[in-house]
């Protein structure tokens, strides 16, 4: 079976992790020492950087 910790968010535009509740660039420690090759399962979103960049985009076709 599979952990719900073991699911790995990341941004589907600029790749970085979610975890702790914050965006990180740097894998979670607890997967750093896993074999490269290991499947970890992702969900993709969009980190808040990339919801504010969508939102400014989205405000400036109604200017
Ligand atoms: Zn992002």
Do not use: G
């Amino acid at each position: 079976m599979l952990k719900t910790r073991e699911v790995l968010e990341m941004c589907r535009r600029c790749y970085v992790f979610k975890y702790d509740n914050k965006w990180h660039f740097e894998k979670p420690e607890h997967l750093r020492d896993r074999d490269p090759d290991e499947r970890i399962p992702v969900r993709f979103s969009q980190c808040s950087a990339c919801i504010e960049e969508a939102l400014a985009i989205y405000d400036m076709e109604y200017i």
